[in-house]
């Protein structure tokens, strides 16, 4: 957090050397893309303006929203674009525009442990906030490329964890946008100036006060980034699978770091620490003996959707792995809204 700034084009934090998506040579001002070809490119970048505007927006959903705005602004506008720029700054510019209006007069949305104190196993779980109060999970295919560079791609799922997204919503929406420009998405100073219509020295500046603020969280993208899973960790997640299903406490007390987090958005109640948690689960959340976990990625991180016995849906986790441990199960209760973005049927039937 603390390299200094440099050169308006330099790679941010000397991290490693941008290798952005070629956009398509821009479209000649003698002729205009046929429909389904404008189709085609607008498509081409779906995937990182989901993942811009997630990060931007902290809801799977309000992104989706976010992108097909931006969509039909560039459909309707292509004709006055006319190659000025690249096809993918056009869209990151209209996209930008789209996120700041919704951020305008909005709350952020956090996580629990971002709110409150942890809680007692024993304590009363409360009364469910709005979902508009929580950070929420994402499918992995919705917001990162499928292939590229290892290291960007390492960044950008480190980028999209749920940690990492609520720390950004502890920015101002422009320093917000300029640090997932310059270093996520790799943009110069020089260029992330223009697209907000700055100067080279604000920008920089606002990448150097959100860089501090995200170090204070204790978010920091210069630090290595987290790998895919080795063997040992998917064995990790394999045998925490069998536990819960067959809801051995003494085998899930094997594969829970003993600092683990559970938080159950849209409650604000979350508990610390592996004793905890099992006490939760076998008082409150004793519901859950009997359930069935798929498997999913979410947010650069492995996934279950949970159905309980007898089928109907229950949860979507979010699993955290840390040194050889699970360290952070979060179950999203939402099920009504999250089964369908994820694929997955309202009832298990198997």
């Known amino acids: 957090m603390q390299q200094s700034m440099t050169g ?14 070629a956009d398509p040579a821009p479209d000649s001002p003698q002729r205009q893309p046929e429909p389904a070809d404008l189709s085609d490119r607008l498509e081409a970048h779906r995937t990182e303006l989901t993942g811009y505007c997630y990060r931007m927006l902290g809801s799977a959903f309000e992104a989706e929203d976010a992108v097909q705005e931006t969509m039909v602004r560039a459909w309707r506008g292509h004709d006055r674009f006319e190659g000025r720029a690249s096809l993918r700054s056009w869209l990151h510019r209209i996209a930008t525009n789209v996120c700041l209006d919704l951020l305008k007069g909005s709350s952020r949305r956090a996580r629990p442990m971002d709110l409150v104190s942890p809680s007692s196993a024993g304590s009363p779980i409360g009364t469910g906030l709005p979902g508009t109060t929580w950070i929420g999970p994402v499918p992995d295919e919705r917001v990162l490329a499928r292939a590229g560079d290892p290291a960007d791609t390492a960044v950008a799922r480190e980028s999209v964890r749920l940690a990492f997204v609520s720390a950004l919503q502890r920015l101002a929406p422009r320093q917000r946008a300029v640090l997932i420009l310059r270093e996520v998405l790799c943009w110069s100073a020089s260029e992330v ?5 700055s100067s080279v020295a604000s920008v920089n500046s606002a990448l150097q006060r959100a860089r501090a603020t995200l170090a204070a969280s204790g978010n920091d993208l210069a630090a290595a980034p987290r790998q895919p899973l080795d063997d040992a960790q998917r064995a990790l997640l394999d045998r925490y699978v069998d536990a819960f299903e067959r809801f051995d406490m003494a085998a899930l007390t094997a594969v829970l770091h003993e600092d683990c987090t559970l938080s159950m958005p849209p409650y604000s109640l979350w508990l610390r620490g592996r004793a905890d948690v099992l006490a939760f689960l076998r008082g409150p959340g004793c519901g859950c003996r009997g359930s069935r976990l798929v498997p999913l990625a979410a947010n650069g991180m492995p996934a279950f959707g949970q159905y309980r016995a007898g089928g109907a849906p229950w949860a979507l986790q979010v699993i955290e792995i840390t040194d050889g441990r699970i360290t952070g199960l979060t179950s999203f209760l939402d099920t009504e809204r999250l089964f369908p973005l994820f694929g997955l049927p309202p009832r298990d039937e198997a």
């Open 193 to 197: 100036a223009e697209l907000l219509d």
């Open 8 to 21: 308006a084009g330099d790679t941010p934090r000397g991290r490693r050397t941008a290798r952005r998506p």
